[in-house]
T-cell receptor, first 113, second 107 residues
Framework: DAGVIQSPRHEVTEMGQEVTLRCKPISGHNSLFWYRQTMMRGLELLIYFNNNVPIDDSGMPEDRFSAKMPNASFSTLKIQPSEPRDSAVYFC???????????FGQGTRLTVV | RKEVEQDPGPFNVPEGATVAFNCTYSNSASQSFFWYRQDCRKEPKLLMSVYSSGNEDGRFTAQLNRASQYISLLIRDSKLSDSATYLCVESSRQLTFGSGTQLTVLP
């Protein structure tokens, strides 16, 4: 199994531009998580899905952020418009049902200038 | 109060030392706990699960104390390669991570 796959690995964009981050979870996993990591705030849960349905998006910072999971093998996190304070590493993780460990993708390092 | 709290460190220890990390959690209904390891500029990776009876994997021992709502990780005979950030995780419907404890093992 290739593991959780995220793209792109690195993204540099100008303030105000739209950014789309992509994630392919491990096949058969039915939970998917989006996290953001910064030095100041550590790993923050943005949103998670169970069986493609968003369960808790209370961690999404504001309306500029949106996430979708159109099917079991693909999810996107979109930021529109992007701002410099969105600069961080964004991780996607997936797991089997409750109480099992999650597996992380390699992350997308986003820089907004 | 944060849901999962860890001492951020840093912990700087000599090779061969024994080091222990603690982590407290606020959700008394939490069912599962894990320790993850994260190397610089890498993704977090599972180190070990934490069971009520305690569990050991080589030089690593994890313990869970439900009454006091904390979990611990003990590393014996530390190696240079153990240098990393260690994250405790509480799992209920979602996964909640502590802020991580940074460990540096010195030669």
């Amino acid at each position: 199994d290739a593991g959780v796959i995220q793209s792109p690995r690195h993204e540099v964009t100008e303030m105000g531009q739209e950014v789309t981050l992509r994630c392919k979870p491990i096949s058969g996993h039915n939970s998917l998580f989006w996290y953001r990591q910064t030095m100041m705030r550590g790993l923050e849960l943005l949103i998670y899905f169970n069986n493609n349905v968003p369960i808790d998006d209370s961690g999404m910072p504001e309306d500029r952020f949106s996430a979708k999971m159109p099917n079991a093998s693909f999810s996107t996190l979109k930021i529109q418009p992007s701002e410099p304070r969105d600069s961080a590493v964004y991780f996607c993780a997936s797991r089997l049902p409750l109480n099992t460990e999650a597996f992380f993708g390699q992350g997308t390092r986003l820089t907004v200038v | 109060r944060k849901e999962v709290e860890q001492d951020p460190g840093p912990f700087n220890v000599p090779e061969g030392a024994t080091v222990a990390f603690n982590c407290t959690y606020s959700n008394s209904a939490s069912q599962s706990f894990f320790w993850y390891r994260q190397d610089c500029r890498k993704e977090p990776k599972l180190l070990m699960s934490v069971y009520s009876s305690g569990n050991e994997d080589g030089r690593f021992t994890a313990q869970l104390n439900r009454a006091s709502q904390y979990i611990s990780l003990l590393i014996r005979d530390s190696k240079l390669s153990d240098s990393a950030t260690y994250l405790c995780v509480e799992s209920s419907r979602q996964l909640t991570f502590g802020s991580g404890t940074q460990l540096t093992v010195l030669p």
